[in-house]
């Protein structure tokens, strides 16, 4: 299966670039939308699906599939995923946002922010993006940012998190938490906190785990986004992270400079202005390519590239 694709143009001299037809996925891709931004895909059958974040025009947030032929061109359902529950007597949320999704031996997994007193994170599978069903909640309020990994560890599941509190979080570590079930999460470990201001000043206010990691020679490739508040606000730019392939929580190397910073118009202009903010990543490890899922401005979706051996190299030299 092909990722999509675009060669670095010969001007750029970083290690991440981004698609010259950015945005891929604008505002009002379906009727009902305010906005489409911070959302995640996954191979499927002969092309591609994923779970996208649609505020509305109240700005309700919720979550709805889509899908995809080239990973570029999408078609998004117009009415949210309508989840069945998968456990007795489980409350729903009030809302959903920001959600990943990755493929876990026989299923397609979906982790969400939820409303459930105050966010905290939430979980559903779905065999076929048709049918969907919700777990219960993971964790206690107050939580965002839930990431799990494409496999088990040493026989648990594994998902990154980040603590936090029940407004606009001026604070935030990535945590490690596993599980035997999927249900019952414990050993939480704690995995980075934000920079210091003097070493790095961009991810300094908090930050938090971006798309699903994946395994290359140097251990799991992980994009994550960090955030310095400046006197205009946050503002949200992309890292990336090497981490331990047999004790994930264990970091390895995670970047002093950032990968890519709002610097564009779609990513300095829009709800939220001055955001990228990484939710998924497609990878082809024969050809060294990979192909990173980011939201700009709480606004739209949009595409970057770059070479995985590039990019490790860089995680390496450029280490906190």
């Not at 309020?141 to 001026?170: C, E, Q, W």
Request: aromatic share 14%; charged share 20%; proline share 6%.
């Amino acid at each position: 299966m092909k990722i999509p694709w675009q060669e670095k143009p010969q001007t750029c001299n970083d290690v991440v670039w981004r698609y010259t037809e950015n945005p891929i996925i604008q505002r009002d891709a379906i009727p009902s939308s305010n906005s489409i931004f911070n959302s995640a895909v996954v191979p499927f059958n002969e092309g591609f699906a994923g779970v996208f974040r649609c505020d509305n025009k109240a700005v309700q947030m919720n979550i709805f599939a889509g899908f995809s032929e080239d990973g570029i061109n999408w078609k998004i359902n117009e009415n949210p995923i309508d989840f069945k529950a998968a456990d007795e007597g489980q409350v729903i949320g009030d809302y959903k946002y920001d959600p990943r999704v990755v493929f876990i031996e026989d299923r397609y997994w979906i982790t969400w922010c939820e409303g459930h007193n105050g966010p905290t994170i939430g979980i559903g599978y779905t065999f076929d993006f048709i049918e969907f069903f919700q777990c219960e909640s993971a964790f206690l309020p107050f939580n965002r940012n839930g990431v799990l990994f494409p496999k088990k560890i040493n026989g648990k599941y594994a998902m990154m998190s980040r603590p936090s509190d029940n407004g606009h979080t001026p604070f935030g570590d990535i945590y490690m938490s596993y599980s035997p079930d999927m249900k019952y999460w414990g050993e939480h470990r704690h995995m980075m906190s934000p920079a210091d201001f003097k070493d790095s000043a961009w991810q300094c206010t908090k930050i938090g785990a971006g798309s699903v990691p994946f395994l290359t020679e140097a251990g799991w490739l992980m994009f994550y986004h960090g955030v310095i508040n400046t006197c205009n606000g946050f503002r949200y730019a992309m890292g990336s992270a090497i981490l331990d392939e047999e004790n994930p929580h264990i970091v390895k190397y995670r970047t002093q400079p950032y990968l890519l910073t709002p610097s564009e118009l779609y990513e300095q202009n829009g709800d939220v202005p001055n955001v990228i903010f990484p939710c998924a990543s497609l990878q082809d490890l024969q050809e060294d390519k990979v192909t990173i899922f980011y939201g700009a401005a709480d606004t739209v979706v949009a595409i970057a590239f770059g070479r995985i051996s590039e990019i490790i190299d860089f995680t390496k030299k450029n280490s906190l």
